[in-house]
């Protein structure tokens, strides 16, 4: 006691006030503390952003305006998690928008009630599980969700119990475990195993561009789920890095030392058309065709219940295809049941399954963001424009242009410009609302046209337009891994808009409304110069087209149905009049 009274005789140390100070501080700590750890986000991401934007002296006034619009946003986040209305939040046509901004980051939805979970303070996508991945490794898979409307659609408590028993399913049979290795050894046998083994597989073979090969890889997962298959996927060297590992501890991809690559060769030895399946010993591999080909026999098989109990018996199925093919599961005795359950909400399949199976790899999505921050993220509202040109050298790029414009102004997408300039004070500039521009198109006739439109006139509604294009490649190129991850980059980025225009029978605008979860409106596909009229419509749902459906009836020998009639969850497509999707029912 002594030693303390000296100690604090020498640094003029007053006992009573320093326990006061203690006991008015260390409560206030206690409490901000708190407070900061319940923020609804990362605060070190938006200081580095903000950083990375723009330099503001931290005693200036619009330092301080920064700091108070940054909370006031923050506050904003929570409380809508928790308190908003159905209704509230959209615009006049019902499409959820995003609200809370945060500088630098662009619009982010989402908050601790919000549907994705919220693991060690990261966000993830409700299908996705927290554990059993490094997240270096996908950013995406973490960070996707600070760019995504909070979405409306969730997924079924028995698609996410699935999903979990398939990774089970999956860490045990993937590529050189045990179970493969044991499967692998039968697949040059003339007949698959008497006794029913562990793990059977399906494999995806790749056809035509990216759009195809995503729907088609959702389409090929989902029958996996359903009859209980690993699926494994040939990406070969143009797909290299595009997505990532979609399943933990194990891959998908099918290894590079597996033994058979030439998949032409199987595909008229062991094609399913080929195959007696009314034998009791099925090959133990069979190659099955469902490309918009006019080879049919594969598919009238394939789409008929009366062979699932024979395919269930191959061991290794190897399917070609080009086509979302998911549909046909509510149409199928066999499957329509289990689908239902997995999907109650019938038009959310590739919405769901898109999220699951494909997160943009680290390339990939150093693409995005980047594009992303630097010219979307600070817009009132971003409009996707997906142009595909099917024939350039019968369709001038002038009438699809004037197509394009026609809708977007019909339908008030787009301002129109003004005639003449009127003259404008600079201080209602920072009153006006944005509205950014992403155009993806292989030309670049269609950003030019859009940009100098903007650029030379005023809009009729003072609204600030900015127009954007990624890359234009000029023309589609196969074989070609950097064109592909380009085209990816661009998908994503039109499924991040707020509203969506995109080309009729393009499977690259089908990829991007369904990941985005967004019903488009479609341009008419344009034979010659003739302007359709109208020129675009609303989609139905944001389900991409089932191109190639069946259409013949299986019980019935020569007759033929039409899916749109039989079955209420189906209509044709708009943009395809023999095409259907799935829709919302409609009693």
Known sequence: MEMFQINRENWGFDYKKFTTVIFIVLPVSIMASMLYWNLPFDQSRVFEATSNNSIVPTSSPES?????????????????????????????????????????IGNV??????????????????????????????????????????SPHK?????????????????????DTKSYNRTLKRLNQNRTSKRSLKCNYIIWIPANGLGNRIVSMASTFLYALLTNRVLLVDHGTDMADLFCEPFPDTSWLLPNHFPVRNHGHIRYSRSFGSIN????????????????????????LFYCDKTEPFLRKINWLFLLSDQYFAPYFFMSKSYKEEVSKLFP?????????????????????????????AYLAKADQRLGIQVRVFNPKTTPL??????????????????????????????????????????????SSFYGNLSDMYWTKATETDEIIGVYQPSHEGYQHFSDNMHNMKAWAEIYLLSLSDVLVTSGWSTFGYV??????????????????????PP????????????VPPTYNCQEEGKVFDASIVFSSFKHCLDLSWGIKLVSNHD
């Open 398 to 443: 002038q009438t699809v242009l004037d197509q394009v414009l026609a809708c977007t102004l019909k339908e008030k997408l787009l301002p129109k410009v003004l005639k003449t300039q009127k003259p404008e004070a600079h201080t209602q500039y920072r009153n006006k609302k944005s509205k950014a521009i992403l155009v993806t198109s292989l030309y």
């Open 512 to 533: 991007a409304q369904g990941l985005g979860g967004l019903k488009p409106w479609i341009l008419f596909k344009i034979d010659g110069d003739k302007l359709p009229n």
């Open 277 to 300: 399946t009314s034998t009791d010993s099925p090959p133990s591999h069979l190659y099955l065709n469902l490309d918009h080909s006019n080879y049919d026999l594969d598919k009238k």
């Open 536 to 547: 675009c419509t609303r989609d139905l749902s944001m389900e991409p087209c089932f191109h």
């Open 155 to 175: 997924p079924s408590a028995y698609l996410l119990s699935k999903l979990r028993n398939y990774e089970k399913l999956h860490k045990t049979c993937g590529p």
């Open 64 to 104: 301080q305006i920064l700091q108070n619009q940054t909370l006031d946003s923050r506050t904003e986040a929570v409380s809508h998690s928790k308190n908003a209305s159905p209704g509230s939040d959209r615009n006049p046509d019902g499409e959820m928008l995003n609200t809370t901004t945060y500088p630098g």
């Open 345 to 373: 909400e019938k038009e959310t399949i590739f919405y769901h399954l898109g999220h699951y199976l494909f997160n943009p790899s680290n390339q990939a999505w150093g693409l995005i963001t980047r594009f992303y921050d």
């Open 109 to 150: 939805s989402c908050s601790r009630n919000c549907s994705s979970q919220l693991t060690n303070d990261k966000l993830i996508d409700e299908v996705i599980i927290p554990s059993g991945f490094d997240e270096k490794a996908c950013l995406s898979r973490y960070e996707s969700v600070m760019y995504r409307k909070n």
